[in-house]
C-alpha cells in the first residue's frame, strides 16, 4: 500500500525532540486523527490527557495503520 503525505513527511523531517502527538482512533483500531500537542508539560496537567507519542512512535503506528 502507498504510505499517505503525512507519513512521509514525518519520515523526511527530524523534529524537535519534544514534540509530542496523540492519536485518535476508530473502534476498530484506524487512526482517524493525529493531534500535535505544543505544550506537552501543560497539556499531561489535564483530566483527559491521553497517552503522548514521540516521532518515532507516532511514525510507527501510522505504517502499522497503513498496512492495515
Known amino acids: 500500500m502507498q504510505e499517505n503525505n503525512y507519513l512521509s513527511y514525518l519520515k523526511k523531517i527530524k523534529m524537535h525532540e519534544d514534540t509530542r502527538w496523540f492519536v485518535k482512533t476508530t473502534p476498530q483500531g484506524k487512526v482517524r486523527e ?3 500537542v505544543y505544550d506537552p ?3 499531561v496537567k489535564g483530566s483527559r490527557a491521553r497517552k ?3 516521532q518515532n ?3 510507527d ?3 502499522e495503520n497503513v498496512k492495515r
Request: negative net charge.
Open 41 to 43: 508539560e501543560d497539556y
Open 34 to 36: 493525529v493531534k500535535q
Open 57 to 59: 512512535e507516532l511514525i
Open 61 to 63: 503506528i501510522l505504517s
Open 52 to 54: 503522548l507519542l514521540t
